[in-house]
RNA sequence: GACUGAUUAGCUCAGCAGGUAGAGCAUCUGCCUUUUAAGCAGAGGGUCCGGAGUUCGAGCCUCCGAUCAGUCACCA
């Protein structure tokens, strides 16, 4: 294993704690009794005594030692108060190990300690912890990135996104702030919960691992199941099993869940993402607009307080209502064209008089889609309902009451993207088995999208499935929009990344069975030689100059190998 | 997948017409009992992403490759 300098500094460390009798990772608990923020909040000048005998832990994020008095900030889940050591309060006895080797030598920034003492103020003004006596409870033997801050001003921020999203641990640790995203994120759910819940509908679990992967129109991951030797794929919704439940008798069921879709990652795309989806009987699409109106302006004041809502350089309004526009009219205002009643012939006509790319796979719902989305989408930046899709794009949405070539369906448009999609459930099962099999003609024609065919959930249907809507959100989308970030990635702690590329290395023993003397070895490393392999490949008496060149330039003072040693080392 | 840019010390980043690398923080050694991006004095630390080429000489130029980022394309 290759330790940088101050990994090794830190190991020492570790190894001198032990010898001095201190456990680095103790077993028992530590008992606190305040967090930073209660002590900055509770401080009062004329009651110091209010916080005497306090007692808190967290990690320590930046020291400064002026010999026989130091400072040192002290950071816990709520932030971060400043920790003043006085070497003869630390050791009130004879023997001073405890602050000029313990503290000073042998603890780092990063270490996690417990601290006892008592609230003040320094002459600087800043209300901080006198510590009496304190207790390391687990020792960082890995530098933590250091940043810091005056001003307001960040300095050496730890910033590259690679290394934020692949070390979140560390994001979090050095960038607070993170932290508020991730418990908005939270809030956000619990905000839709509790409104869930207040209408008595029932959260509810459905299979993940799928034999059909059915809801919606994308790629599935496919896997294996070894003992019924068939495949399997993770759900890419969960539609046709919550359906399935509102078919068994329940009025209401949600359920939060983990979607996975085998397509591309960007900015607003990872395989894995969360979705609510929700079903109530005896509703239709214009409840559920009401509903969904409710449930976003309910979540942007838990959030927010209010229902103004920065991002970028807009501001987002979610005061309902939202305007509710037919997607012929949305099409008609920005395009100009009036698709009602248009084949897809003149469908493609209108593409390409649009300049819309198109291919032949593609059915009358889909160009209406393609239009909709490259034309109307993105002038869509407040809160908009778009209403009533064309049938060929919806295979599970009821016919619309007035218009056949219609579904009851809407699509919630905000910041040009669509959040939310909802319809008046098809409960008609003759009428589904029929989608479903336009979706099979749509596969049979090249659209690797289209729905597969699920005969149970079929069979359901025809036992019966009351008037239903159902509405489903991608939670990601949402938190990206009430908490301001662009990058779904900054909304999940651990988005999908490419595995790490991690370069092999053999273990030094490796290298010494071959008869390379150990010094050597650190020599070979240190030349860029982490595999036998790679060594074994070398000319030998290219590596034999190499290395005699190393031993000269960094003076390592050791005996040269013969050109024969090299060779038989590697032969 | 395409284009553009990046990759140099543990971290954040400089570097020049091509002449064997610099700063701040961090680390180490001293000094300092209310400091705060603490300070002062000193020290160590680098296959300059990898490979090939041009050159007397490459962190820098050329080519190939890797990784990351942004934009676009694909995709809900």
């Known amino acids: 294993m290759h330790l940088s300098e101050q990994e090794?500094?830190?190991?020492?460390?570790?190894?001198?704690?032990?010898?001095?009798?201190?456990?680095?990772?103790?077993?028992?608990?530590?008992?606190?009794?305040?967090t930073s923020d209660?002590?900055?909040?509770?401080?009062?000048?004329?009651?110091?005594?209010?916080?005497?005998?306090?007692?808190?832990?967290?990690?320590?994020?930046?020291?400064?030692?002026?010999g026989n008095a130091s400072f040192a900030e002290l950071q816990d889940k709520a932030g971060r108060i400043q920790l003043y050591f006085?070497?003869?309060?630390?050791?009130?006895?004879?023997?001073?190990?405890?602050?000029?080797?313990?503290?000073?030598?042998?603890?780092?920034?990063?270490?996690?300690?417990?601290?006892?003492?008592?609230?003040?103020?320094?002459k600087m003004g800043e209300i901080s912890v006198h510590v009496e006596d304190y207790t390391i409870l687990s020792k960082a033997i890995r530098p933590l990135p250091i940043v810091k801050e005056k001003d307001g001003k960040t300095y050496d921020a730890f910033t590259d996104p690679d290394q934020r999203y692949r070390q979140r641990y560390v994001d979090l640790v050095v960038n607070p702030q993170i932290k508020d995203v991730f418990t908005k994120r939270t809030k956000l759910i619990n905000t839709m919960r509790d409104m869930f819940n207040e209408h008595g509908y029932l959260e509810v679990e459905t299979p993940i691992l799928q034999a059909i992967p059915?809801?919606?129109?994308?790629?599935?991951?496919?896997?294996?199941?070894?003992?019924?030797?068939?495949?399997?794929?993770?759900?890419?919704a969960n539609e046709l099993y919550l359906k399935r439940l509102i078919v068994g008798g329940f009025d209401g069921v949600y359920e939060f869940s983990k979607d996975f879709r085998n397509e591309g990652m960007d900015r607003t795309h990872n395989p894995e993402f969360t979705v609510m989806e929700i079903y109530v009987?005896?509703?239709?699409?214009?409840?559920?607009?009401?509903?969904?109106?409710?449930?976003?302006?309910?979540?942007?004041?838990?959030?927010?307080?209010?229902?103004?809502?920065?991002?970028?350089?807009k501001e987002i309004e979610f005061k309902r209502p939202y305007p509710r526009i037919t997607m012929t009219d949305a099409i008609k205002t920005h395009t100009g064209y009036d698709i009602t009643g248009k084949s897809e012939d003149e469908l493609r006509e209108i593409c390409k008089a649009l300049d819309i790319e198109i291919d032949p796979s593609m059915g009358k719902g889909k160009l209406i889609d393609e239009i909709f989305g490259e034309k109307c989408e993105p002038h869509y930046i407040q809160p908009t309902f778009i209403i009533d899709y064309p049938k060929e794009m919806?295979?599970?949405?009821?016919?619309?009451?007035?218009?056949?070539?219609?579904?009851?369906?809407?699509?919630?448009?905000?910041?040009?993207?669509?959040?939310?999609?909802?319809?008046?459930e098809l409960n008609d099962p003759i009428d589904q088995r029929e989608r479903f099999e336009e979706q099979l003609k749509?596969?049979?024609?090249?659209?690797?999208?289209?729905m597969f065919i699920d005969q149970d959930f079929l069979?359901?249907?025809?036992?019966?499935?009351?008037?239903?809507?159902?509405?489903?959100?991608?939670?990601?989308?949402?938190?990206?929009?009430m908490t301001n970030n662009p990058s779904i990635q900054d909304v999940l702690f651990f988005p999908q990344m490419k595995p790490e590329a991690k370069p092999k290395v053999d273990e030094k023993s490796d290298f010494v069975a071959l008869g390379i003397p150990e010094e050597w070895v650190d020599v070979i490393f240190k030349a860029g030689f982490t595999e036998i392999d790679a060594l074994k490949a070398e000319n030998p008496n290219k590596l034999h100059q190499t290395l005699c060149g190393m031993n000269k330039k960094h003076k390592l003072g050791l005996k040269n190998p013969t050109q024969d040693d090299v060779k038989d080392w590697i032969g």
Not at 11 to 28: D, T
Not at 442 to 450: P, R, T, V, Y
Request: overall charge neutral.
């Open 459 to 481: 069979r359901a249907l025809e036992y019966g499935m009351p008037p239903t809507a159902g509405m489903g959100i991608g939670i990601d989308r949402l938190a990206m929009l």
């Open 214 to 236: 059915g809801g919606a129109a994308a790629r599935p991951f496919a896997t294996h199941h070894n003992s019924l030797n068939m495949p399997m794929y993770l759900r890419i």
């Open 38 to 66: 209660e002590i900055l909040s509770r401080f009062d000048d004329d009651k110091p005594e209010a916080l005497k005998s306090i007692s808190l832990a967290g990690r320590i994020m930046s020291r400064r030692i002026m």
């Open 86 to 122: 006085r070497r003869d309060d630390i050791c009130p006895g004879e023997d001073k190990t405890k602050y000029n080797q313990i503290f000073k030598k042998y603890l780092d920034i990063g270490d996690i300690i417990g601290i006892k003492g008592y609230a003040f103020r320094t």
């Open 394 to 424: 919806s295979p599970l949405t009821k016919k619309h009451r007035d218009n056949p070539d219609l579904t009851e369906r809407f699509e919630l448009m905000v910041n040009g993207k669509e959040l939310a999609n909802a319809y008046t």
């Open 281 to 313: 009987a005896y509703k239709d699409y214009h409840w559920m607009m009401d509903f969904t109106e409710e449930m976003i302006e309910r979540v942007a004041i838990a959030l927010h307080g209010k229902t103004l809502v920065q991002l970028g350089d």
């Open 8 to 34: 090794i500094v830190r190991r020492k460390s570790l190894q001198a704690l032990r010898e001095l009798g201190v456990n680095p990772y103790p077993e028992a608990g530590y008992e606190t009794n305040v």
């Open 442 to 450: 749509l596969s049979q024609k090249g659209d690797d999208e289209a």
